[in-house]
């Protein structure tokens, strides 16, 4: 689908950026480009656009090489979103998301069509956002309304530079399970550029790791973890890629399924008896309709009357798709030991224990020792 040969990228001031990069990127898959700051992950990304122009070497798009397709139709036909800034800020967001619908002269009635199902496409409500302006919106939205906008006239491929770079960690770990969800749906080839490893790990098919201009290992990220082609990419891997290897795991994979629970609405002492049957020493508590609403631990429920009067309030929660290190870092930020994993309708799916992410960390380990083997 896009195919890289020898790209080489000297800057006029004899910077030589890219240094005869070549691989090949399968239509559908996320690539992501890793690698230090500096190393030209920006400029072998903005070669395939010609947003910068390639000194020598060859970009072939579905076959074509890019430099016999018009500049402009390429820009068009592949979407691009890019950290924070990307927005225009004197347009509305539906204006922003319709910016190639509209270079390609579609109707405005179109047009808005197209940037309401798009909003609701990024999980944001269009009624309430389609008219406002970009410095209305949170660092989140923003980036979300970004990407919509990267997908306005659906174009086979998206190009994303650091996309989620500029927000905070837990909003991070949101927009990034719902560009996937996202991709999921509609499966495009995209190039997705990153400096964070844990970012390129989960999100990437495919990792292609950069070091000085050079292409170092395109790889899986299971192959890139557990068998680094050479020092460089083991140091970048570091030393902990046991706990790196977490983000390959997601928390549906493991966790514990269809958990025993209590109703507010029970008896203490009946909970209690059921708890002592199945040896736990503390049950989540869920609604009529199965929402997670907290937890009663045994102690507490000696001498009290119901569930409801000593249950402790749902506090975190973590959605199916979450990967076990975020999982962990819930855990661990919040005190506890175990997370009641629930869907977007707040209804409980399952736990996830200690004992759950130190099993899985050892499946993970054991899947490394086998592929160097
Ligand atoms: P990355 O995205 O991996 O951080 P870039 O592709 O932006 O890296 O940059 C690669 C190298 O090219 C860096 O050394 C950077 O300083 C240099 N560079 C980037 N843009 C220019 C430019 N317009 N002129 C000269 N050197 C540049
Ligand atoms: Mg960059």
Known sequence: M???ENVTKIYPDGTKAVKEVSFEIAEGELCVLLGP????KTTTMKMINRIIPITSGKIYINGVDNMQINENDLRRDIGYAIQEIGLFPHMTVGQNIATVPALKGWSKARQRARAEELLELVGMDSGKFIDKYPSELSGGQRQRVGVARSLGADPPILLMDEPFGAIDPINR????????GIQQKIT?????????IYEAIKMGDKIALMQKGELVQYDTPADLLYNPKNEFVEDFVGADRALKGLQLIRVREVMVRSPLTAKAEDKAHEVLARMEQGEVDWLT????DGKYLGWVEKADLAGADSVKAIMKPATVTAPVGAVLNEALSLMLGHGL????????????RGIVSFEVIQRALTDVAQRGLTSEA
Do not use: M, P, W, Y
């Not at 700051?37 to 030209?40: I, N, P, V």
């Not at 495009?188 to 964070?196: A, C, E, N, S």
């Not at 508590?285 to 009529?288: L, Q, Y």
């Open 37 to 40: 700051s500096g190393c030209g």
């Open 188 to 196: 495009k080839t995209v190039i997705f550029v990153t400096h964070d």
């Open 337 to 348: 030991r175990n997370l009641a994993i629930v869907n977007d309708d707040g209804i409980l």
């Open 2 to 4: 896009i195919r890289l």
């Open 285 to 288: 508590v869920v609604s009529e």
């Open 173 to 180: 770990a949101r927009l990034q399970d719902e560009f996937l």
